[in-house]
């Protein structure tokens, strides 16, 4: 077991780990319909490539929502862009690497005040770039990358959550297991260790929630088995 992971109780569980090169979990489409929206993830980080992306619902063109960082090294964003120059974001100092991080994004408007980013629990300070109102946008998920050699992450990611609802607003204790709720528009806990599980034996990461959007894998991102979860 990973000892870097928080301390409680614990078990034996899978996470995924994705190489920094062309690796990445795709789905089908999830609505989001404006703001407030929170992407959220448990990651262990490698390390920090110029422009990564942890878990987004993008359309290879200009609809692209989610938890990235973008052409500058050590910045991590919470980001909506529904049309060709209609974007917006805010950013922070990438979360640390080589240990378990809950990382959360949450958008509630436009302006310096309309998102919030969350290392742990603990709201970190954020600078705002461009300003639009976030618009609806119906596209795929994307975890690990924006597509196979865009963006790619480097480490271990391990729970997902993707919500239309503004998780957090303050301080708090994340979750080790995420749950569903009338809010989730994906869950992902990427504990089924083995492909080919779900949908009928054609994917291989579940979707827990009602919307059975389930992941298939791009150039075989790696199950691994030392993370803590409960």
Known sequence: ???????GPTRESTAMSFNGSNTVLTGGN???SGAPFTFEAWINATTWPTSTAIVNIYDGAFTWLGLSS???AGRLYINYQTGNGVYSGWYTSNPPIGQWVHVAGVVTGTGSSGASIYYNGVSQSLTYVNGTTPGSATTAVKIGALAASSYPFDGQIDEVR????ARYSSNFTPSRRFKEDANTLGLYHIDEGVDNTCSGGTN???DASSSANDLAQTNSPTWITDARAV
């Open 162 to 165: 993707i919500s239309n609802v």
């Open 30 to 32: 999830i609505t989001i």
């Open 204 to 206: 291989d990461v579940c």
């Open 1 to 7: 077991l990973d000892p870097n992971w928080p301390n």
């Open 70 to 72: 973008e052409g500058v």
